[in-house]
């Protein structure tokens, strides 16, 4: 047998390991800490790209002509040291942006968080700011971590309810839908699923002999009135559990004060759901032992992403379902290392290990083993730097990332790019991106090189790599540690691989302190990892919060429409989701054949109601309009979504829902409200 290589599945945040053939194959790794050698169409696909082709194979640089050409890695760092010393000098280390990547390991993204700070700005993010940002901001206010509260070996074992609350993980977190939910459902557990479109995951519990699923079809955006009505039940039922109140949380007279004069019949309404149906579900939770809430993209792509997530924290308060095993607020997090990515400082307003850049002590123990000041303000968010393109930000440095297709309003993002002086592009294939770039910088794939990973549990996974494919490519790792050395030649990007540069990581990481790689062996460990030694925590706050009094914070919430709701010229309300085949921007998923054969196109779900009124046949093609951008969209008529909503993806670049979404933030978090957009319809050619 040919030796194998273990490592960590490139796609979703369950973590899946994998391993990689001498010759460039998958083969299971049977026993995997997470997916015990079970894997998904993605994981199964994921070595398809690695010889892909159209690989970024060697440095490009654009020239007078307005063209790519290939360069020498020599040519190459040097127009970036010095464009990125020009910009400096010109305008200050904030007119640069740097973009992290949640699929390179967690020393690449600590690396490239430390350039910029060296560089003399906070403006660095990463993609959770697309996905999770109101999510880890609400839990790390009112719980203290920005991460799942418990593990899903715990939740599988021990939750006798799940609710999900916009997620499907049937399609995007395969594997843990597949042998972890289904499991706690055949063992007897009850699931409510809480979405506006029925899907893979609502079919995936209709499982023979169990009755236990239970589907609220909501209304784009309602899920804060859904909520109420459940929490109110729960006030209204005595399903308290005063005790756990009293002792670990504050703010429940705030949250009874804000459903005084809450109806419970009107918000159902509100929600499209029958009132009764929300009360049984409020039952089910209130009264289970132990219930889980998992929370998805469904809940933090809002403008009211942030008081979404703080009402599931409300409900898991309120019921004492927070502390133990089978309960908790587990976000499902999208890439692979998206966790991680935060986890090791790449945003603009936290230092490694989750640490406040605005405060002054905390930032004083990090500089003091960097060696150098860090300024002392938060940066710019992603979708930030992309609005001031061409304004205040002058150059960007991106990592691994597409915003020309990940950001909203994406039409507006490309013509904002192209009004920037400098752009470097790192990245392993030709994203729609590197249209804009001035240097190409080409980067090994994830088989090609080891680190570490955090998956959506909190568990850090080591990842292996193979010999790399194409000659002329570099790891993340070795490209920031060469472009950090020449700008600053003072040996704060002198390492010797990524385990030095992990050695590192943990001095200023108190959450990894007690990781190394010896100690990560197979398994991985769940952060928080305080001391060397410790085992690692696989479900959080078993006796308090790690808020700064150590109590749980509940606060009331109240609706907020979307910002932008139907009216006479866009009546219908554009929603949007991915695909279990697909994954985000296409980069690699698109160029993998056994993936793209299954969709190879995009298409919009419109429901037959809708579909009669706008003379819409199955099939047929037809204009999507936002006051933003139109696409042009097969039409797939189902009764999987509501009336009066349509359902379609960000897959495919020339139909990308993010042509059409609203650019608009949540106000703390500053996630875009990629759920819901004002849209309408008609038959390509039409009127
Ligand atoms: Fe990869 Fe996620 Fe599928 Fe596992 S579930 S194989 S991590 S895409």
């Not at 893979?200 to 955006?221: A, C, N």
């Not at 945003?347 to 060696?371: F, K, S």
């Not at 042509?659 to 390509?684: G, Q």
Request: charged share 25%; net charge negative; glycine share 8%.
């Amino acid at each position: 047998m040919s030796e194998q290589t273990k490592t960590i599945c490139p796609y979703c945040g369950v973590g899946c390991g994998i391993a990689v053939t001498e010759d460039m194959r998958f083969a299971p790794w049977g026993d995997a800490p997470v997916n015990n050698g079970r894997i998904c169409i993605k994981g199964g696909a994921a070595m398809e790209v690695v010889e892909h082709e159209d690989r970024l194979k060697t440095p490009q640089i654009r020239g007078e002509d307005g063209e790519l050409h290939e360069a020498t890695w020599d040519e190459a760092y040097d127009r970036v040291v010095s464009e990125m010393e020009r910009i400096r000098d010109e305008h200050g280390p904030d007119a640069v942006g740097f973009f992290g990547c949640s699929k390179s390991m967690n020393e690449e993204n600590y690396l490239l968080q430390k350039l910029a700070r060296r560089y003399g700005t906070n403006n660095v993010d990463n993609c959770t700011r697309m996905c999770h940002a109101s999510t880890v901001y609400a839990l790390r206010r009112s719980l203290g971590a920005g991460a799942m509260t418990n593990s899903m070996q715990d939740l599988m074992e021990s939750a006798d309810v799940l609710w999900i609350q916009g997620a499907n993980p049937a399609e995007q977190h395969p594997i843990a839908n597949s042998v972890y939910f289904r499991q706690a459902v055949l063992d007897g557990a009850t699931v409510i699923q809480v979405d506006p479109h029925a899907n893979k995951t609502t079919r995936s519990f209709d499982i023979e002999g169990t009755e236990r699923h239970q589907h609220l079809q909501v209304e784009p955006g309602t899920d804060i009135p859904l909520l109420n009505v459940v929490i109110k039940t729960v006030l209204e039922n005595d399903w308290v559990d005063e005790e756990f109140v009293a002792e670990r949380t504050d703010g429940i007279e705030d949250l009874a004060e804000t459903l005084e004069d809450f109806d419970k019949e009107a918000a159902a309404e509100t929600c499209g759901v029958p009132l009764e149906d929300i009360e049984r579900a409020a039952e089910a939770y209130a009264t289970a032992e132990n219930a889980a809430i998992f929370t998805g993209m469904g809940m933090s792509q809002h403008t009211c992403g942030v008081d979404n997530v703080q009402n599931e924290i409300n409900l898991a308060l309120i019921t004492g379902n927070l502390g133990r095993p089978g309960t908790g607020v587990n976000p499902l997090r999208g890439q692979n290392n998206v966790q991680g990515t935060c986890d090791v400082g790449a945003m603009p307003n936290t230092l490694p290990g989750y640490q406040n850049v605005e405060d002054d002590e905390l930032r004083a123990a990090v500089e003091e083993v960097w060696g150098f000041e860090v300024p002392p303000e938060a940066g710019l968010t992603n979708v930030e730097i992309s609005r001031a393109a061409g304004d205040t930000i002058h150059g960007l440095y991106v990592m691994g990332e597409n915003p020309i297709m990940s950001e909203p309003d994406a039409n507006r993002v490309a013509e904002r790019l192209a009004d920037l002086e400098f752009v470097v592009v790192q990245d392993i294939f030709p994203t729609d991106t590197v249209a804009y770039a001035d240097v190409v910088l080409p980067a090994t794939s994830w088989a090609e090189r080891g680190g570490t990973v955090a998956n959506t549990d909190r568990r850090v996974q080591l990842m292996r790599g193979i010999d790399k494919v194409y000659e002329d490519t570099k790891d993340d790792l070795e490209i920031l540690a060469e472009i950090g050395t020449r700008l600053f030649g003072d040996g704060t990007f002198d390492f010797d691989g990524p385990e030095a540069v992990f050695e590192e990581l943990r001095q200023v990481c108190p959450i990894y302190y007690g990781m190394t790689y010896e100690l990560l062996g197979t398994e991985g460990l769940h952060w928080p990892c305080l001391e060397l030694g410790d085992e690692g925590d696989p479900y959080l706050y078993e006796s308090a919060f790690t808020t700064p009094d150590g109590l749980g914070h509940i606060e009331g919430v109240r609706h907020q429409p979307p910002k932008e709701v139907p009216d006479e010229e866009y009546p219908l309300i554009l929603t949007t989701a991915r695909l279990i085949e697909h994954y985000n921007t296409g980069t690699m998923s698109r160029r993998s054949p056994t993936l793209n054969r299954q969709h190879p196109e995009n298409f919009v779900d419109v429901h037959p109601k809708d579909a009669e009124r706008y003379d819409i046949a199955d099939g047929e093609t037809v204009t999507l309009r936002s006051r933003r951008g139109e696409i042009e969209v097969q039409v797939q008529v189902t009764d999987d979504i509501k009336e009066g909503t349509v359902w379609t993806t960000p897959h495919f670049a020339a139909s990308s829902a993010n042509r059409l979404t609203n650019d608009v933030l949540d106000e703390r978090a500053k996630i875009p409200e990629y759920k819901a957009a004002a849209v309408a319809i008609e038959p390509s050619g039409g009127e």
